[in-house]
């Protein structure tokens, strides 16, 4: 049932560099792309989405980048804080499509 | 509180037993879901409930999982003769609309309820 792949499944940065997420997809049908950003005990919760009529869309520290030809899109993080230290799952949807999540990256800043 | 609530946060049963997991959606929100969380996984959709439309029940795992939920509120996961891989977080969130209206919905996450079968 995986249709969206995610990697890497770890990821240590040290503080202010940049975390790089990367995912892809299968169903060409998708056309939502949801980042979530899960700290421990918590539920996840939106960090950024983007739409596939635009290549990159940034919010502050964070950026998507998306590559319709490819069925990929990636998540860039600029001077990673050991704040951001979370579980990053990317996600995509389509009308009539329930939103399929990646496995999961587990993000640690080290300061 | 405005977000979405799970109850129990913590559950611990014997093999075997049934429960019964609670999620209070988001007021207002018609799209209610259900996810498992194995421990250092990512999220296993389960169930997905849209206003009065059949679920969609298509990620239960087996038979022993079912779900109901009541009109546009209330949803239980109930879980009959858990067995120890049953154990995992399992996390409901709400949207305002749902799929089959429009992608474009931002799923809210309540906080799971972590069950551990011994």
């Known amino acids: 049932q995986q249709q969206v792949k995610q990697s890497p499944q770890s990821l240590i940065v040290q503080k202010g560099g940049i975390s790089i997420i990367n995912c892809a997809y299968e169903?060409?049908?998708?056309?939502?792309f949801p980042w979530y950003q899960q700290f421990p005990g918590k539920g996840p919760a939106l960090l950024i989405a983007i739409r596939p009529d635009v290549s990159e869309k940034k919010e502050g520290r964070f950026t998507i980048s998306f590559n319709k030809s490819a069925k990929q899109f990636s998540l860039h993080i600029m001077d990673s804080q050991p704040g951001d230290s979370a579980t990053y799952f990317c996600?995509?949807?389509?009308?009539?499509?329930?939103?399929?999540f990646g496995a999961g990256t587990r993000l640690t800043v080290k300061p | 509180g405005a977000g979405v609530s799970q109850s129990p946060s913590n559950k611990v049963t014997e093999k075997g037993k049934d429960v019964e997991l609670r999620c209070d959606p988001i007021?207002?929100?018609?799209?209610l879901y259900w996810y498992r969380q194995r421990l250092g996984q990512g999220l296993e959709f389960l169930i997905y409930f849209q206003g009065n439309s059949a679920p969609d029940k298509s990620g239960l795992p087996s038979d022993r999982f079912s779900a109901e939920r009541t009109g546009e509120s209330v949803s239980t996961l109930t879980i009959q003769r858990t067995q120890q891989e049953d154990s995992a977080v399992y996390l409901c969130a709400s949207s305002l609309v749902g799929p089959r209206a429009s992608s474009y919905n931002e799923q809210f996450f309540g906080p799971g309820t972590r069950l551990t079968v011994l």
């Open positions: 169903n060409t049908a998708f056309d939502y």
């Open positions: 007021s207002g929100h018609t799209a």
């Open positions: 996600a995509a949807s389509g009308t009539g499509n329930d939103m399929r």
